[in-house]
T-cell receptor
Framework: GEQVEQRPPHLSVREGDSAVITCTYT??????FFWYKQEPGASLQLLMK?????EINEGQGFTVLLNKKDKRLSLNLTAAHPGDSAAYFC????????????FGAGTKLTIKP | GPKVLQIPSHQIIDMGQMVTLNCDPV?????FYWYKQILGQQMEFLVN????????KSKLFKDQFSVERPDGSYFTLKIQPTALEDSAVYFC????????????FGKGTRLTVV
């Protein structure tokens, strides 16, 4: 089955700096890719969903890159601010109709002042 | 936005007893899921459910586990009997359709088996 590896497990950056979280996956049939943000005590919040046909996706204050050849997905937070402190999870789905999503182990991001 | 509600947020139960975790999915959603997250580890798929039936389950979905959604009410995860290794946070989720649509997660129920 699908394996998703996420790095790093912990990341600390200064406010205003960038932060990069990377996931690799194994199933070449993976088609949908997700980044979720989870603040303490809260549910998962979808940051972005990308399809395998799009390599670069920009959101508010972040960019998601998809490299299908290397089976790698990354989240790049630009100019981090304290509100970005949270756990981030990548997730992958082959989209066969049952929407089984395989998650990465998560990255705990801390933004230092 | 749409919310998935999980009740209770915490539950402590004696090993061997039965526990039912309740989930109130987004009202018009058709697909339902349970995920398990042991402290410090990744969230792992347990089961998904559609049209009154389990569609797919992982090896973590032991024989002691069962799910149902009687008459469109709560989507429940029942564990009977519980074991110490069942201690984890259980996340319920729902989606409108099965392919590529956004999956909405609840805040989780922290289950502690003692």
């Amino acid at each position: 089955g699908e394996q998703v590896e996420q790095r790093p497990p912990h990341l600390s950056v200064r406010e205003g700096d960038s932060a990069v979280i990377t996931c690799t996956y194994t199933d070449p049939n993976s088609y949908y890719f997700f980044w979720y943000k989870q603040e303490p005590g809260a549910s998962l919040q979808l940051l972005m969903k990308v399809f395998s046909s799009t390599e670069i996706n920009e959101g508010q204050g972040f960019t998601v890159l998809l490299n299908k050849k290397d089976k790698r997905l990354s989240l790049n937070l630009t100019a981090a601010h304290p509100g970005d402190s949270a756990a981030y999870f990548c997730a992958v789905s082959a989209g066969y109709g049952n929407e089984k999503i395989t998650f990465g182990a998560g990255t705990k991001l801390t933004i230092k002042p | 936005g749409p919310k998935v509600l999980q009740i209770p947020s915490h539950q402590i139960i004696d090993m061997g007893q039965m526990v039912t975790l309740n989930c109130d999915p987004v009202s018009n959603h058709l697909y339902f899921y349970w995920y398990k997250q042991i402290l410090g580890q990744q969230m792992e798929f347990l089961v998904n459910f559609y049209n009154g039936k389990v569609m797919e389950k992982s090896k973590l979905f032991k024989d002691q586990f069962s799910v149902e959604r009687p008459d469109g009410s709560y989507f429940t995860l029942k564990i009977q009997p519980t074991a110490l290794e069942d201690s984890a946070v259980y996340f319920c989720a729902s989606s409108l359709s099965g392919e590529g649509t956004e999956v909405f997660f609840g805040k989780g129920t922290r289950l502690t088996v003692v």
